[in-house]
């Protein structure tokens, strides 16, 4: 694709559809959210909506600065041997978590979906439509299994970072690799 | 003891300890209180906070209107075969989920615990002092393991009740037993 000149106004036409996928997200969550709605709510074409996002899923991680990419993501964790899935994952989710610029974001998603119902709903939405069903899928794991997994690093997560518990807050990276990982492979693996 | 017979200001002085408490709880978190402190806050003679409550663990879960009492899940998780102590773990965990009066409270604690810093102090020092210490001495586990035990069910809670996923929502009782008790007990045998 070439580069489209610099035009004037694209900035604020990217920020209204932006703000109008905000509200939408807000009002009828993720899996009630088209970009045609979108648009019309931004007063622009639908076109324009792609032309500067790409996909539902990327309007989305955009307009509601989500601290990590799934798509992204699933690339980090799904390339390898099945017996390491568990260690790929936790790798990954430590250089989310220790990483203050990502920290902080998905820090404020855990208080937003903890105490307002609809962020609950769009965050359980997305995730499951961009994450946990592509990891399903591709590994045809059981999504009940796939649920716990998750439960045990948000579990994590919110003890070692939030709540900030000992030893998990001061544990080495190393060893909460050697804790949890043979976890979320024994969930992988079918127990 | 003798039932001492309705003095005039009792409730009052009750409610004027619960309250120095609550003060005390969150300016100094648990370790940092005393029962001294408390009574000298209210104005009341120390051995009249004892009267009333017990110790400081028992006025902590008075003035904080505690969603469960450490005292008695110790009572319900310990007696039995180690061998099935993840599964009474589980079960006590679901009793304590699954009944809306004690649900409320626990989310109001995440709520408090994941948006304000002296609130996960306190919380952290209560359940560390009056629960997982106890635990761990009983069952010679190490800390950390005992964290990430305590971390899956926290993220099983968390999914379940407040995100509410698919289908771990949905899941039965048997169901979540069967999948969570054998985690909680590898951690306990030591992986």
């Known amino acids: 694709m070439t580069q489209a000149g610099r035009r004037p106004g694209t900035s604020e036409t990217r920020e209204e559809i932006l703000s109008a996928a905000r509200r939408l997200f807000g009002e009828r969550g993720y899996d009630g959210t088209t970009i045609r709605a979108m648009a019309a709510e931004a007063g622009v ?29 699933f690339q980090r964790i799904m390339p390898g041997p099945r017996h390491e899935f568990g260690q790929r994952v936790v790798h990954y989710f430590l250089t989310v978590w220790n990483n203050p610029q990502t ?6 998603l855990i208080r937003s979906a903890t105490t307002n119902e609809q962020a609950a709903t769009t965050f359980r939405q997305f995730v499951g ?25 948000v579990g994590v ?13 001061s544990a080495s990276d190393d060893e909460i690799v050697q804790l949890v990982a043979p976890i979320i492979q024994r969930y992988i693996d079918g127990g």
Chains 1, 2 share one sequence.
């Open 45 to 73: 074409n639908p076109a324009l909506v792609h032309h500067f996002f790409g996909t539902k899923e990327q309007v989305f991680v955009a307009a509601l600065d989500f601290p990590f990419n799934p798509a992204e993501a």
């Open 157 to 169: 997560a919110l003890l070692r970072y939030v709540i900030k518990i000992e030893p998990l807050a």
């Open 103 to 108: 920290r902080e974001p998905l820090l404020a």
């Open 129 to 153: 439509a961009t994450l946990l069903g592509r990891v399903a899928d591709a590994l045809r794991i059981p999504r009940l299994e796939l649920n716990a997994a998750m439960a045990q690093m």
